[in-house]
């Protein structure tokens, strides 16, 4: 029984030592020291020894169990301390390697128009005023004296979210927010987002637009015409004119229509202007006095002018962009150029 001990301990040795892992351990433990160990096996046949050597055999085995438990232990720190050394090896990082290139980003085209806009009026004295981009119809249509048959308001041009909640389909609306809230003299731009169903290659149905807004004693159209002017020429160069040609608003009285002569032929008359020598940019006129009245400002003592551009125009005109599209599909290669 001793030898049968011997070769077990001996065998059992070789396998600590090769152990791989913790769940390999385990096994082991229960084999060779737990309740049903392959040693525990031996005691059981302790009958067959001498009374004198049953005790010293019993001794033996719990020795040899111990050892074995000692090794068992011994390795499994062994694997631990391994498996630790492996983590941070598969984590280490290479300090001395060269960075990843950064490229810097630019500001988008109309990012870039607007401010230069926002600039040109604020050097001429006008505030910057901010309005919701979804509006209600009061401030849309009926207090910019747009009647309930108007072509406007059909669901197939506006974007309505609810009965009289809309996705705002001009930037007007904002004239209507500062003269509820406000008294002239006035003289403000606004800059936004405005919406309708219509989605060609000079139309988008998301856009945008700059309205100004100028209440004050006196003001009359020379003035309107004046600043367009002199707005044109600081962001297109000296030698574009505006032009105002007939039209009708339903908030402006008179109504005109915008037109500055060609950035690319000078009015000579090209493919981008269709020969025209003209190149539309918005509408304008004077604030109709049926505004002012549903504002609480007084029709009689008081008058104004008002302008609405598109900035998408500008920016296609300023950057020579032939389709409205190409500003909104955000194709990296073609912002990358601003
Ligand atoms: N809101 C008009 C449009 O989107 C443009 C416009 C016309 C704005 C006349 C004005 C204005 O401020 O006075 O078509």
Redesign the pocket.
Known sequence: MKEQLQSIFESAKVEIAEAKSIHDLQQMKSKYVGKKSVLNGLLKQIGTLSKEERPKFGQIVNIAKADLSKLIEARENEIKELDYLAKIESEKIDLTMPSRKRTSGSLHPITKVIQEIEDIFISMGFEVAMGPDIEDEFHNFDALNTPKDHPARDLSDTFYIDNDVLLRT???TV?VRVMENHKPPIKIISLGNCYRNENDASHSPMFH?V?ALVVDEGINFADLHNMLNTFVKKMFGEKIESRIRPHF?P??EP?AEIDIVCVKCYGKGCNLCKGSGWLEM????LVDPNVFDKLGIDSEKYTGY???LGIDRITMLKYKIPDMRLLFENDIRFLKQF
């Open positions: 001009q930037s007007s004239q637009q309205e608003f908030f402006t109504s918005g509408g304008a006129g008002a302008f609405g």
